[in-house]
């Protein structure tokens, strides 16, 4: 194939442009879940790669009818599932822009527009999360690098503190860092100290309550059994309860001990812009380092998450590269790559930048506590059918759910069915999980667009599925 021209490449966006449009109406309508599986999509996609290059607008045509048909629908208003988000309109189209720019955002000297684009993202963020001005901020891919950058900055800043340079000397030899870290801390923080070389064998546990919230009184006891360099990890917004440690008491315990507190806020520091649960994160500003997502609940496009780091030189002091041939502005502005763990990257400052400007401060506080309001009126009605059972206090946005028969040794097996026949139902998406060993259902909302009605047609299934679950049963 020769070069492609400028005809193709409009007649290639246009049929990028309709398809998504065509998807993207289609959602409040849409099954969630598609019916086409793994193996449909990928006969549609497995042919052998050809020699010849294929015009651009066909590729595009046959992508677009593959990708659609095995896509999950989890931008619709009824997609319950994990914690994943919708897309507010600004930021896809913010999105669109950033792939036809094609900007390197690794360093200033590459783009200035997009490290205009992420500092001026920047202040907002600390801004809007109540967080220190004076805060570091670096752009990476999801919460589990965010976590990764946050705790190497924690890393560099207690083997510092104990005259150890472990960005020259390394590991080997270093003095034994303790990470006091929350019995429900999330998977990700237990990859950040793997690649991080601490290793989970690092992690003192902390005992939680029924809510999974890190017990205060217990981690005063694991921190009065370690010395030396420490970290502790605490959780805004438990990925099953949406609970909180109790941050403040976490951090002045922490401190005492002259120990690090990073916050894992992955969709939890969010709350921070509620009228009526910022109080869940107080405290949260005395922390040292915090990880949260865009992704999430600010309904960016994927993949866009946050590492915010108190002490900027020791953030910097991790992840900052030199290289003869990196131009790196001589007026110390913020070079992109002193900040994360990438060297490229996409700039994901603008799809930010376009889904802040476009809900405005007030947009972003009434969405978030929309999203809180209707896990709330799920629970709400969910309890009204005899035998279903919330288990969690619904304090942000994830709701808990458990299904009783007439045996409850079978609650375990009846609650799995539900789930299946609810994805099976197709009118909503969730998923499950155990919490404390039980079986249960996880409602997260966690989309822009979700309205009072989704909540009542996904409840509808969610009680159509058990009782036909359970009536089987008798
Ligand atoms: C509390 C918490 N931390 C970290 C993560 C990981 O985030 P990401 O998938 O963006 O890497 C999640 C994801 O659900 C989470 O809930």
Request: glycine share 8%.
């Amino acid at each position: 194939m020769s070069r492609p021209s400028t005809s193709d490449l409009a007649d290639v966006l246009r049929i990028a442009h309709e398809r998504s449009i065509d998807y993207l109406d289609s959602l409040p309508e849409r099954p969630v879940f598609p019916r086409a599986s793994f193996e449909d999509a990928l006969a549609a996609l497995a042919a052998p790669l050809p020699d010849e290059g294929e015009p651009a607008n066909e590729v595009i045509d046959a992508l677009a009818r593959a990708g659609e048909l095995a896509a999950v629908a989890s931008s619709s208003p009824r997609y319950f599932g994990y914690v994943i988000g919708g897309t507010l309109p600004a930021a896809i189209a913010a999105d669109w822009l950033t792939s036809a720019w094609d900007q390197n955002a690794g360093l200033w000297s590459a783009t200035p527009a997009a490290s205009a684009a992420e500092q001026a993202v920047a202040p907002w963020l600390l801004d809007l999360l109540g967080l220190p001005s004076t805060a570091s901020v670096g752009f990476v891919t999801g919460c589990q690098m965010a976590n990764f950058t946050c705790l190497a900055a924690a890393r560099h800043a207690v083997l510092r503190r104990a005259g150890w340079n472990v960005e020259t000397d390394g590991l080997q030899g270093a003095p034994r860092i303790r990470v006091v870290a929350s019995a429900e801390a999330h998977v990700t923080i237990h990859g950040a100290l793997k690649m991080l070389g601490l290793g989970t064998g690092a992690i003192v546990p902390v005992e939680t309550d029924g809510e999974g919230r890190m017990i205060e009184a217990k981690l005063r006891e694991a921190l009065r059994g370690v010395d030396g360099p420490t970290i502790v990890c605490t959780q805004a917004g438990n990925v099953n309860t949406g609970s909180f440690d109790p941050i403040a008491g976490i951090v002045e315990a922490a401190h005492e001990k002259n120990a690090w507190v990073h916050v894992d806020g992955a969709f939890g520091l969010w709350a921070a812009v509620s009228t009526t649960r910022a109080h869940l994160v107080r405290g949260v500003a005395l922390a040292d380092s915090w990880a949260t997502d865009a992704h999430k609940w600010l309904n960016v496009p994927y993949d866009s998450g946050i590492a915010i780091v108190a002490h900027p030189e020791e953030h910097f002091g991790a992840m900052s590269l030199k290289a003869e041939y990196l131009e790196k502005t001589a007026t110390a502005l913020r070079e992109p790559l002193d900040w994360v763990p990438e060297f490229s990257r996409r700039a994901r400052g603008f799809a930010l930048w376009a889904g802040l400007r476009s809900l405005g401060r007030r947009g972003l506080t009434e969405m978030i506590d929309r999203c809180c309001d209707l896990a709330v009126l799920a629970a709400e009605l969910l309890r009204k059918e005899p035998g279903v059972e919330i288990l969690n206090d619904v304090v942000v946005n994830q709701t808990l759910i458990r299904f009783h028969g007439e045996d409850p040794s079978g609650d375990d097996r009846l609650t799995r069915e539900v789930i299946t026949r609810v994805q099976e139902d197709r009118v909503c998406w969730l998923s499950g999980t155990r919490w404390h060993d039980k079986e249960a259902m996880r409602f997260s909302v966690s989309n822009w667009s979700t309205t009072a009605r989704d909540i009542e047609m996904t409840v509808e299934s969610i009680v159509r599925c058990y009782r036909e679950a359970r009536g089987e049963r008798r």
